[in-house]
């Protein structure tokens, strides 16, 4: 959450900081928003796994359960195409001022990142959630 709320920041120019500093902080934003996100898929991926193989009793939360591999899917790629729309934007748009560019283009590829790795999350909990053959509930 606090990397979003850097990239947010800095996107929307709340705070008027430095040059360096305005570099800096959608860096830093991105970098906190990507480990995050991958830190959510990981804990998510490592509950499907223990459950799907009983190593824990206890089922998935209710938000996980409900979850179709087809929903992943759709947030991957509307994901992707929204930064493949703010990117195509700043570099059509942005005259090459060098704030502008840096800020779009990080906020950009951070929401391209963080679509492929949830379109790659949706996939391998799709392949978790298989049932073996022979095995029953």
Do not use: C, W
């Amino acid at each position: 959450l606090l990397g979003i709320a850097l990239l947010a920041s800095s996107f929307l120019d709340l705070f008027s900081v430095s040059t360096s500093a305005s570099y800096f902080s959608p860096m830093l934003g991105s970098l906190l928003s990507i480990i995050g996100f991958q830190g959510i898929m990981f804990a998510l991926m490592t509950k499907t796994f223990a459950v799907e193989d009983k190593f824990i009793q206890t089922g998935m939360p209710d938000y996980a359960r409900g979850f179709t591999f087809e929903e992943g899917l759709v947030i991957g790629f509307v994901l992707f195409a929204i930064g493949t729309i703010l990117g195509l934007y700043t570099l059509l748009f942005s005259n090459l001022h060098g704030t502008f560019l840096v800020k779009f283009g990080i906020v950009s590829s951070t929401i391209i990142i963080i679509s492929i790795q949830a379109l790659f999350s949706a996939f391998f909990l799709s392949m978790l959630g298989i049932r073996r053959n022979g095995e029953h509930n």
